[in-house]
């Protein structure tokens, strides 16, 4: 039933928080764990001291969205991999790789390919035409007021699905892992998240992923090695215990379930691969360093934590094979192969806790809490830009606002959609949630990364094509979800699909692309023609880097 | 301004030169990667016992855990190899782009 659990909601999309909450939803509120309490109050007054520093220094909209776009390659490497690897890397991939070894390798590629095309393709344009959202790219030489609605738009949505799963993760996962109620740790996260994105702004929100990435990397290592001295530190040794006594047998390291239709597989890789290149929180990333040569750094750093990570995981899935799965105490009723106290995502933790004791458990749960507050204050703070920067500077007010109204403006975003996190993290609590990072990642694929990689490389884009097809890109990628199996079947209670397939990505980008070809071809409009002459001065400055927008002095 | 800059660069043989150079470069590392990811993924969908098989005679590593984890090394080298050419011989000839295209408006 795991195992088949496990499949589905790996085949929906990626996250922490998904496959947590999924499979942590049916167990039961754990005893206390104070020495988790104890490391994660350390983690929060260590961020809180770091959001009053960065108070002093976030007076102007660029050090707010930004951090003055002084950041540095390796800071923001740091930071983009703390955005990438959420709680559902450590607990998720763990589980996978224990149930499904190689399985979980495979999905963990897919995560990790869209890396090195975002370097080649896309990282030193976004630095060089972007300034603080990726709608400053998408609306650089189309009509402001209607492009900029439209990203915003597919920005919301992809930040709102996504914070709805964090939520409800986070809430499934402390009450989990610390034993606080559901209701308690949702609150706790959404004020968190308020009071660093608030005060500290970008600079805040980045220190907080920058310490966060630091302490999952160094925990996992530190599991991983104290796994492995049981087994020599030998590789062969590890893969021939854990295929001896797994009921897959050799089976383990074969490719099983999880990518057997390749329909799925290809949607799949694909939704990872260009879904995490248009999730606005990520795409901000790239605005935060002081020019292009940086933003390049940034990814070599990100990929580099990224793929050592994820081989980190794939040990300790396949050490917990062996030290978790064959110890009766971390099992219900001690019966070795029967459900794991606190269920399928707690492998991880069952692990540190068998090679490291208590202090390395409660510092593994610390930093699974640090891990989902990070990556929720980095999406309200692109979701509070979005709304500030986009629709009321320069939407609403037309580019007329001030700095300081801005960021007054971004603030109280920022608080409602706290707020909005809060209430929906409730309201979700029994819901399966499943299908809402697949969602968040279809929409990013198909709504803003079509229209942005086409602003970028195709001078016949009009404001037109780019309306068709962002909004094309979003009303199908919704559309894919909703008449899945995922929504339809298993939260609407019908009988069967409309849609056969989970994965929105594979029909739901060309669609987009296609609109917006067609809507660009066919515009014949005083504005389309505008638009086409931008591409010129838009394409040198992308080459270039010659007035992009530079880091702030101080 | 900024416009008649662009112009003035744009017209420069040199940034002809360098797109060509860097779009070349930066879409044939795309192609590798693009088509060993895609490839290895075709091969999980339609021949996946195929990865399960040793890589040598007796041994416990399989093809697939070995391809893969070169893949994860590739893919980062061919990362370091794009920032080094990209930060040092592209970025040089850009900053000489920029200044030509100052110099020619004094």
């Known amino acids: 039933m ?170 499934q996962l402390i009450k989990l892992l610390f034993g606080l109620e559901y209701n308690v740790a949702i609150f706790a996260v959404g004020i968190l998240m308020m009071v660093y994105v608030t005060f500290g702004g970008m600079v805040a929100t980045t220190w907080v992923q920058i310490i966060k990435a630091v302490m999952l990397l160094s ?56 879904g995490t290149a248009g999730l606005p929180h990520i795409l901000m990333r790239f605005f935060t360093v002081t020019d292009a040569k940086e933003a390049r750094k940034s990814v070599l750093y990100a990929s580099g934590f990224v ?13 917990g094979i062996l030290i978790v799965g064959q110890n009766p105490e971390f099992f219900e009723g001690g019966t070795i192969g029967g459900k794991l106290i606190g269920g399928g995502n707690m492998v991880a933790m069952h692990l540190a806790k068998a090679v490291g004791g208590n202090m390395l458990l409660g510092f593994l749960a610390a930093v699974a809490f640090a891990t989902i507050l990070a990556v929720v204050s980095g999406l309200a703070l692109a979701g509070a830009s979005a709304i500030s920067h986009d629709i009321y500077a320069r939407v609403i007010m037309k580019g007329q606002a001030s700095e300081a109204t801005e960021i007054r403006v971004s603030k109280i975003a920022t608080i409602c959609l706290g707020a909005v996190a809060i209430v929906l993290g409730i309201l979700f609590e029994k819901q399966n949630i499943a299908f809402m990072v697949g969602l968040a990642f279809g929409v990013a694929a198909a709504a803003n990364f079509p229209v942005l990689i086409l602003s970028m490389y195709w001078r016949g884009l009009t404001t037109r094509g780019a309306l068709l097809g962002g909004y094309g890109g979003l009303i199908s990628a919704v559309l894919f979800v909703l008449f899945s199996k995922s929504v339809w079947v298993d939260v609407l209670g019908n009988a069967a699909p409309l849609f056969p397939y989970t994965q929105p990505a594979l029909f739901a980008m060309p669609v987009a692309f296609l609109l917006a070809f067609i809507g660009s071809k066919t515009d014949s409009t005083v504005r389309g023609k505008t638009d086409l002459e931008g591409f010129d001065d838009q394409w040198v400055r992308a080459q270039t880097g010659f007035g992009a927008a530079s880091a702030a002095n101080h | 301004m900024s416009t008649e800059m662009y112009q003035r660069m744009k017209a420069n043989p040199k940034f002809q030169d360098l797109v060509a150079r860097r779009s070349r470069f930066a879409w044939t590392l795309a192609f590798i990667v693009l088509t060993m990811f895609y490839g290895f993924v075709l091969v999980v969908a339609f021949n996946p016992t195929s990865l399960g098989q040793p890589i040598a005679e007796g041994s416990r590593w399989t093809l697939g855990v070995t391809a893969e984890l070169l893949m994860f090394i590739f893919f980062w080298v061919l990362t370091a190899v794009y920032v080094k050419r990209a930060n040092t011989e592209f970025d040089a000839l850009n900053q000489e782009i920029i200044k030509e295209a100052w110099k020619d408006k004094k």
Not at chain 1, 233 to 249: I, Q, R
Not at chain 1, 307 to 319: D, E, Q, S
């Open chain 1, 219 to 274: 925990g996992g290592t530190l599991v991983m090695v104290l796994a492995m001295s049981q087994f020599g530190f030998s590789f062969t040794t590890l893969l021939e215990k854990a295929t001896s006594v797994h009921k897959l047998g050799d089976k383990l390291m074969y490719p099983g379930s999880l990518l057997k239709d390749p329909v799925t597989a290809i949607s799949l890789g694909l939704g990872l691969m260009f």
């Open chain 1, 2 to 171: 795991m195992r088949n659990l496990l499949t589905s909601i790996a085949l929906l999309g990626f996250s922490a928080a998904t496959f947590a909450a999924d499979a942590v939803a049916q167990t039961e509120k754990q005893a206390t764990n104070w020495h988790a309490i104890i490391m994660f109050c350390i983690f929060v007054a260590l961020t809180m001291g770091i959001t009053y520093w960065a108070a002093s220094r976030t007076k102007s909209t660029s050090d707010f969205y930004t951090a003055g776009g002084g950041i540095t390659g390796f800071q923001n490497g740091l930071a983009i991999a703390g955005d990438y690897m959420s709680a559902a890397t450590l607990l998720g991939l763990t589980a996978m790789v224990y149930t499904q070894g190689y399985d979980g390798y495979i999905y963990m590629l897919c995560f990790f390919a869209g890396w090195p095309i975002i370097l080649f393709l896309m990282a030193e344009r976004l630095r060089n035409l972007g300034k603080f959202t990726f709608s400053d790219i998408t609306a650089y030489r189309l009509d402001q007021g209607k492009v900029r609605t439209m990203a915003a738009i597919s920005s919301l949505t992809v930040v709102c699905f996504y914070l709805i799963a964090q939520m409800v993760g986070a809430g």
């Open chain 1, 307 to 319: 793929a050592y990570f994820f081989n980190v995981i794939f040990l300790m899935g396949l050490a």
